[in-house]
Structures are given as structure tokens and as C-alpha cells.
């Protein structure tokens, strides 16, 4: 008798200490939203949100949207080139709005290529540009005619078939 008593007072209390426990390991991940906006208040797209410390990382979406599930007080890192990167510590807000300043001082030594971007002084192939004034007057029907013969070693062809 003495035994079901206990059992009818322990029963309920061990069944509330695991429904605690399992509501705080729950409560440690919880999804974010944010905005990542320029200086003018338009919309970045692209830009890379990471999650320091883990290998979680999303992009915003052409709205400059993003959504992810983080723990609190991780800290996130928000980067796009061109722009100075930032970093927000995830408090007890859910939504974030975030403006990306311009940062000019950089821009000139990231080279963006076909395959990937390299700083400038990393890349071992040879580079070919050409700017708007040189395509300003040229009567084309799309910009790979514009190309054709403006940078050495670059072939354009079009041959009509998905790619």
C-alpha cells in the first residue's frame, strides 16, 4: 500500500520533469527571418548569411528574404561582395531588418570569372574586359554579338541548341 502511494506521487512528477526537458532542448533552436537592404533601402539579392561556428549558411531570396533556424545567441555573419560584412548576434527577435553599407576601398582586388571569384592577385589565367563605352554605339541584337571580337581568345557562337 505504502508502495503504490509513492508510485501514484512520483509517476506524475517524473513525467512533468521530462516534458520540461523536452520543451527546453526544444526551445534552443528557433527559426529567424530577416531583410538585408543597401543604403537606399532597396533590396540585396544574393547576399550570404552565415551561421559563425557552424557550416549552416542561406542566401536571400530577390526580395533580399532570408529564413533559417539558429540557436540563441549564435552570431550570424552577413556578407556580399562590395558591400562591408557585418555581424548580428540572434537575441529574442525573430525578424531582422539589416542594412549592408558600401565598402569601395575593396571592390578592385575580387575578380568574378566564369567558374568562381578569386582576389586579383591569386588569379594565374589572363583577363580580358570589356566596358559599356565600348559596346555604346555598336548596333547589336544581344550582348554576345557585342562581345564578338572585343576581347582576344573569346569565341561566341550560337548554335540554337539548349545548353
Known amino acids: 500500500m505504502k508502495n503504490q502511494g509513492r508510485l501514484r506521487f512520483t509517476y506524475p512528477i517524473l513525467m512533468l520533469s521530462m516534458i520540461l526537458i523536452c520543451l527546453n532542448s526544444f526551445a534552443?533552436?528557433?527559426e529567424i527571418q530577416g531583410t538585408v537592404k543597401d543604403e537606399n533601402k532597396l533590396a540585396i539579392e544574393a547576399v550570404s548569411v552565415n551561421n559563425k561556428g557552424t557550416t549552416q549558411q542561406?542566401?536571400?531570396?530577390?526580395?533580399?528574404?532570408?529564413?533559417?533556424?539558429?540557436?540563441h545567441g549564435s552570431v550570424l555573419s552577413i556578407s556580399y561582395i562590395g558591400y562591408k560584412t557585418q555581424e548580428l548576434k540572434v537575441d529574442n527577435a525573430s525578424i531582422y531588418n539589416i542594412i549592408l553599407v558600401k565598402d569601395n576601398t575593396a571592390l578592385d582586388e575580387v575578380v568574378v570569372i566564369g567558374y568562381g571569384t578569386v582576389k586579383k592577385k591569386d588569379l594565374t589565367g589572363s583577363l580580358a574586359s570589356v566596358g559599356a563605352e565600348a559596346m555604346k554605339d555598336k548596333p547589336v541584337a544581344n550582348v554576345g554579338e557585342a562581345l564578338q571580337g572585343r576581347a582576344s581568345g573569346v569565341q561566341v557562337i550560337n548554335s540554337g541548341a539548349p545548353a
Open 28 to 30: 534552443q533552436q528557433r
Open 58 to 71: 542561406v542566401q536571400t531570396d530577390r526580395n533580399g528574404h532570408f529564413k533559417m533556424t539558429v540557436a
